[in-house]
């Protein structure tokens, strides 16, 4: 087998292979369902349930989507601005970095006093956890222009706006695309986190509801949902990552994890 | 290249100090003057203060006291008529080379306002310019798929494409090997003397300094100064044979002795 396949397929095994140890860990140790179900029932469950869960699912799905393209618009926008502007970081980033140490769950009460239960408080949680990667990302990528390059098109007269348009923006592209992906797994657990608390559709409501009623299948069930619609939409924002900035892999003066 | 001729750029009396009034003082006293069409080379110690000269010239900063005056106008801002090349060629990743060469032709009028109707003759114009320093077949290329030497060969001719009447080169050469660095002296006094602007180079290399240029000035140890100047006599163009003549070994050794005497005060001030 090739090792490029193997690499392929390594996550799946790793996921079977913990799952076998948890089905096995299960029987040997007789754990009863209501605490933990094995890993068979669960896949029943998805089966059997598919109906209710894909209901959910859907809500969820849109729900997350809707929060973080408002993540996208708001986080670029910040950036740009705390990025191409001195004064605007420091008056800012300060709040930012404190904002984004508030635990979202406990401002889901305050939304839902403000917009009532329901979708707005999910996608408002979702963005709420999700803009700031994009922010800092955006900031990062403006703020780290090279000086040299900055003083040649500022001795050719260009204005904030010019570097910012012929430099900043598609430099920052790398780091904005980066951001994705953090940020839509983000989106998901901002929006699951409120609809557990102050919704009555979406998977964090399902698994709500059924861990009320000491359904475990259906709970692990819907988590396995979450965490499948997470990965899909990683893998998308990856692949736009690789198309859209193949430059900044290649170049050596451009170093980005993510 | 009489004295006589108004200068192109004057530098009168200037002071620069860094980070306000108590902040280090980079130059004092400096006095330079440079005639049209003539190649400058600034040489000195380490930290004496040649960046922020050009930066004075080219308007990035303002000096804390004298007068910069560049083609006869006090420079209060960005001088548009430069072009400027630094150690780091400084392309854009995401730009092929001819589209790097373009972008000066965004940013400058009057190219700025005719760029949208005029960009394929603008595009010819910078396939020529890439052509004369050896970049023809590079155009679609991407910084990253060309050797440090390209790549300072394409931050050359983005310095140029703009037509300048002034090129400011900050050891532009600094960073590569000897063999490349000597065959793009050529490329520049190639350029130089067909295009006719006004050079100011600074460099550590004393032989880049006397291969190039028409007049060298010897900067002093910070706060820097102009304690010397050297006119350099061999005809043009200058060859690696003229590198290897008496005048031009006696001229380097000359320079090289003020340096160490300027390196040896500033050491010597420390000490003290
Ligand atoms: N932005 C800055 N803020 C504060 N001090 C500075 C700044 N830039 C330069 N200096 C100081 O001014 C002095 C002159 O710096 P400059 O960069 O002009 O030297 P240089 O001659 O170009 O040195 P080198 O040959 O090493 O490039 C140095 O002592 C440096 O510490
Ligand atoms: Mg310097």
Known sequence: MSRKLLGQLMPVITLLGLLLLWEFGCIVFSVPEFVLPKPSRVIETLITSFGPIWFHAQHTLMTTLVGFVIAVVVGVLLGVFVGSSRLAYQALYPLLVGFNSVPKVALVPVLVVWFGIGTAPAILTAFMLSFFPVAVNVAIGLATLEPELEDV?????????????????????????????????????????????????????????????????????????????????????????????????????????? | MSAAATPLVDIAGVRLTYGGIDGTLAVDQLNLTVAPGEFVAVVGPSGCGKSSLMKLVTGLLAPSAGSVSVAGQTVRGPVKIVGMAFQNASLLPWRTTLDNLMLPLEIVEPYRSRIGRERASFQQDARKLLASVGLAGFESKFPWQLSGGMQQRASLCRALIHQPSLLMLDEPFAALDAFT????????????????????????????????????????????????????????????????????SHLVQKLREHIRTERGAADAAQVA
């Open chain 1, 153 to 258: 098109l500022r001795s050719l007269g260009a204005s904030q706006r010019d570097i910012i348009i012929k430099v900043g923006l598609p430099r920052s592209m790398p780091y904005f695309f980066a951001s994705l992906k953090i940020a839509i797994t983000l989106a998901f657990v901002g929006s699951v986190i409120a609809e557990t608390l102050a919704s009555n559709v979406g998977i964090g409501t399902l698994v709500e509801q059924a861990s009320a009623n000491f359904r475990m299948p259906l709970v692990f069930a819907g988590l396995a949902v979450v965490a499948a619609m997470g990965i899909a939409m990683y893998a998308i924002f990856a692949g736009i990552e690789r198309r859209m900035t193949s430059w900044a892999t290649r170049s050596t003066d451009f170093g980005i994890g993510g």
């Open chain 2, 181 to 248: 660095r000597e065959e793009l002296w050529d490329v520049l006094q190639g350029i130089w003397i067909q295009r006719g602007f006004t050079t100011i180079l600074v460099t550590h290399d004393l032989r880049e300094a006397v291969y190039l240029a028409d007049t060298v000035h010897v900067m002093s140890a910070r706060p820097g100064r102009i304690v010397a100047s050297y006119k350099v006599q061999l005809p043009r163009p200058r060859t690696l044979e003229s590198s290897f003549l008496p005048e031009f």
